[in-house]
């Protein structure tokens, strides 16, 4: 593999920095040897009606599973987000919009943001939405998305966002699977300047009989293009909140309340409505944003996630709001009008964080260094990466290019489960190394275990599994208790996070993929991200994915899926090239099989690799796709299928 290289903060970065090197070991014994103390103290920085004192009440007994935060104290989300700020920052930027259309952008005060959020909280209630009713808020990226979000906090009525490029059927599974009396969505949404029909998914979704619940869709007018509006069920945004008072009373709600519900992104099967609370998810949030981040008042931060991801959820929404910043949303993608767009977009609206996916910066990087080098980027003083393992060629590439060498990076790992980061360095204490997740947030323990559950220690490779509790941990799968149980019983007595990790001399995490994706091969156990970085290492591959496939010597061999740099041609000599340049790399061990070249992976809609689909392909088992709905572009699939190497 290439030589571990190590990145640490400049000098100047560290001396601004909010947490420097001792207070990171500091804080993390306190945060382990007396959790309680710490974690009361953390809850200090949000506005509640009752102060918790009933800290933590866990336990990963299958036998007796449950865990509750805070469970003594009262609170409501929106007013952490919104009404504390208004004294002192009632006329900073809450939102910079920045639409898919370059010219079109707004900025709202969080004193107006708290108006909007009033008068549609006003509007649900009138609707007859109560506490502890849920509402479906299916939106684009626009301003609307975080108003929806907060004024159900506002009220106490469970949100469940459904990403705005998900169809019809996947929107109906949502639907049915939480029974919503209310859907927010808009006419349409607009992605790289074409429109999405999200209103006439909607109707198609609301055809089916499970999702009956349903009175009312409130329709956002966005594109202005017309849609079907059918009386009495459907309502415009903009005439139901009109006249409705700017002020709202909130609801109060127990810590423990439920906030939202969220379904996995379905890398691995069927989607699950994760369910996080109210207290505790937002003390994690707003706590990891601002000590991860670094943040400070003066920042212009911007996550390139869609809030229908439990990033927007935590990273544009809840956390960066409760901590008072400024937080950027957008609408569009990447690669609009040109592959400029993030870095014209940072150059607007300055902005001085940025939090994106690998699979973005593959994508960027794939056009070459030109379209990055005609912006300044100068305002940027740090860079985030989460979703998938980033490799550590793309993590240079980002530092080096986008960054010039001034940004720290911080790869953050963490799961819709999880809400909120629980591996990541922290920039101004902890050096990066370029694919590691670094060490682990204040009051996470992660360990490693073999396939027998036995606790590895020191330097080890196996089962990434978190033995203590943290603040933002998911309360259960919503109307699947005995899902939940799962992520306690494979390894009892911990929470298991179906990912594969090592951990090297220094302490540091290294996510290797998923568990379910390990190849195995005479023997020898291999994580998917070692072999797919040695692939993205090659200065002519954009993007790599590798899974195992029944070999009668082996047990496994290795296929891998080739994604070339734009303008590469594939060839049989590179094809040899390429299987001898991971050799080298890596070893003999991890020799592929089969390479075969793909023009494009599927992805889901998050952007994540699904090597579910690819194990299938090369296991010359087309049949046996299983459910491909969430993929975001399926048609790459029958390209693959067809272009199959072994059948
Ligand atoms: P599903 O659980 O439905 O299959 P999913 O796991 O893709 O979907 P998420 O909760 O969005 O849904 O993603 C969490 C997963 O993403 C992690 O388990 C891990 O595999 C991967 N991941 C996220 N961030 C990182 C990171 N910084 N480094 C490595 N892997 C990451
Ligand atoms: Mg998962």
Redesign the pocket.
């Given at each position: 593999m290439n030589q571990e290289r190590v990145h640490t903060a400049s000098p100047d970065f560290i001396a601004q920095a909010n947490i420097k090197p001792d207070d990171y070991r500091r804080m993390y014994r306190e945060s382990i040897e007396n959790p309680d103390a710490f974690w009361t103290n953390v809850a200090k920085r949000l506005d509640w009606y009752r102060f918790p004192t009933d800290i933590r009440d866990v336990s990963y007994r299958p036998d007796d599973l449950h865990v509750r935060w805070y469970q003594d104290g009262r609170i409501n989300a929106s007013v952490n987000c919104l009404d504390r700020h208004l004294a002192a920052r009632g006329d900073k930027t809450a939102i910079i919009w920045e639409g898919d259309d370059p010219s079109k952008s707004e900025r709202i005060s969080y004193r107006d943001l708290h108006a909007r959020v009033c008068r549609l909280a006003n509007a649900l209630r009138n609707l007859g939405v109560k506490k502890g009713d849920f509402v479906v808020i299916y939106l684009p990226m626009i301003p609307e998305a975080a108003v929806a979000m907060l004024a159900c906090a506002r009220i106490g009525a469970p949100h469940c966002v459904v990403f705005g490029g998900f169809s019809p059927d996947s929107l109906g599974t949502r639907i049915a699977d939480c029974s919503p009396k209310v859907i927010i969505t808009a006419d349409e949404g607009l992605r790289g300047g074409r429109p999405v029909a999200l209103k006439a998914n909607v109707d198609k979704a609301l055809q089916r009989p499970d999702t009956h619940t349903v009175e009312t869709v409130v329709v956002v007018r966005h594109t202005g293009n017309p849609v079907n509006m059918q009386s009495p069920r459907d309502r415009w945004y903009d005439t139901l909140v009109e006249g409705q008072p700017a002020v709202c009373e909130p609801e109060v709600m127990d810590a423990e309340d439920p906030l939202f519900i969220l379904h996995?992104?379905?890398?691995?099967?069927k989607?699950?409505g994760v369910l996080h609370t109210t207290g505790g998810y937002l003390v994690h949030t707003s706590f990891t944003h601002e000590v991860i981040f670094d943040l400070k008042e003066d920042d212009v931060y911007w996550c390139t996630a869609d809030v229908g991801?439990?990033t927007g959820h935590s990273y544009i929404v809840y956390g960066p709001l409760a901590n008072g910043a400024t937080t950027v949303i957008f609408e569009g993608v990447p690669n609009y009008p040109d592959f400029s767009r993030f870095w014209q977009v940072v150059d607007k609206h300055q902005v001085t964080i940025f939090y994106t996916a690998p699979t973005a910066i593959r994508a960027l990087m794939r056009e070459g260094e030109a379209p990055v080098a005609k912006t300044s980027r100068a305002s940027l003083r740090l860079l985030g990466?989460?979703?998938?393992?980033?490799n550590p060629e793309a993590w240079e590439w980002y530092h080096r290019v986008v960054g010039e060498g001034r940004c720290p990076i911080v790869?953050?790992?963490?799961?819709?489960?999880n809400g909120g980061i629980l591996i990541s360095a922290i920039p101004g204490a902890i050096p990066q190394k370029p694919g590691s997740?670094t060490l682990p947030f204040f009051g996470v323990e992660p360990a490693i275990v073999d396939n027998e559950g036995k606790v590895l220690e020191g330097v080890a490779e196996g089962n990434l599994v978190i033995l203590s509790s943290w603040p933002g941990q998911f309360r259960t799968v919503y109307g699947d208790p005995k899902r939940y149980k799962d992520y306690f019983t494979t390894y009892p007595g911990t929470y298991f996070?179906?990912?594969g990790c090592r951990r090297d001399a220094d302490g540091y995490y290294w996510?290797t993929g998923?568990v379910d994706d390990v190849i195995n091969v005479s023997g020898h156990r291999m994580g998917t991200a070692e072999v797919e970085s040695a692939l993205v290492a090659h200065p002519r591959v954009a993007e790599a994915a590798v899974v195992g496939f029944p070999h009668d010597i082996k047990g496994q061999g290795i296929y891998a899926y080739v994604t070339l740099n734009a303008g590469e041609q594939p060839s049989e000599e590179l094809r040899r090239e390429l299987v001898a340049w991971v050799r080298k790399e890596i070893g003999p061990i991890a020799t592929p099989d089969h390479l075969q070249w793909a023009a494009a992976m599927p992805k889901?809609r998050?952007g994540?690799i699904m090597r579910r689909i690819l194990r299938k392909i090369a296991e010359n088992a087309p049949e046996q796709l299983g459910d491909t709905t969430t993929l975001a572009d399926p048609s790459v699939v029958q390209t693959l299928v067809n272009e199959r190497l072994v059948r």
């Open positions: 996995t992104s379905g890398s691995t099967g989607p699950k991801w439990v990466s989460v979703g998938e393992p980033i790869d953050t790992w963490w799961q819709t489960e997740a996070s179906g990912d996510i998923r889901t998050s994540k």
